[in-house]
């Protein structure tokens, strides 16, 4: 009864239209990707080598660390799967619907086990510019945030940590250095004793370079957070 009550819901809320290809979906609760699509997504598993500190798919088991993160002030990130077939169909559905589906959650829920991240003490979403926030309505970063943090039992911040600038939105175009610079500073801490002595998981839809993550970390860990490990929902690569 409740399930029922529950995919009536879901199919309301979401197309019924699979955003990758095109299909109908059957089961509401994979969100707006139909199993097929699913079935195609690059989900990381054990078998999978991913670079020890940015979790950049590796080709090589024997190479621990790959070279692209050198510098980044966050300790860890990892990521649900590479950002294509029904992990980009959320990430971009996530931008006008702040809904995770059950799937996500679920694989969301697995991927923080997983990865060792229930030492955390304290979540914390990318945030958005004010004027961003604006235009959307909602920070999804904070939407996957707190759906983990209910999960999980871990308090969520969406507060303390704030972007004071304005970039434009990441074009597919913009190369790493591009990316860094749009958003080099542009974080900030407004109640740092709140951040002090947190194990801090910072909480984004997509990791693509990593700047983001980095400059965020920087911030946090300026004042005082004990660590600050990265969970995103896909993998850019
Ligand atoms: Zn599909
Ligand atoms: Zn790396």
Redesign the pocket.
Known sequence: MFRAVRDNLYSTLFPAVCLCCGASITTPSLGNACADCWNQTNIFDECLPL??????P?PSASRL??????G?EYDR?RSLGIYSFALKAAVVGLKTQPHLSPKLRQLLAEAFDKNGFADSTLIVAVPLSRQRKLERGFNQAEVIAQALGRTAGISVDAHSLVRTKHSPIHRAGMDEKARDLSVKNSFDVARPKLIDGQSVLLIDDVLTT?ATASYCAKALKRCGASAVNVLTLARAV
Request: hydrophobic share 10%; charged share 30%; net charge positive.
């Open positions: 670079c020890n500190k940015c979790g950049r590796e660390k790959c070279w692209q993160c050198d980044h990130a990593g």
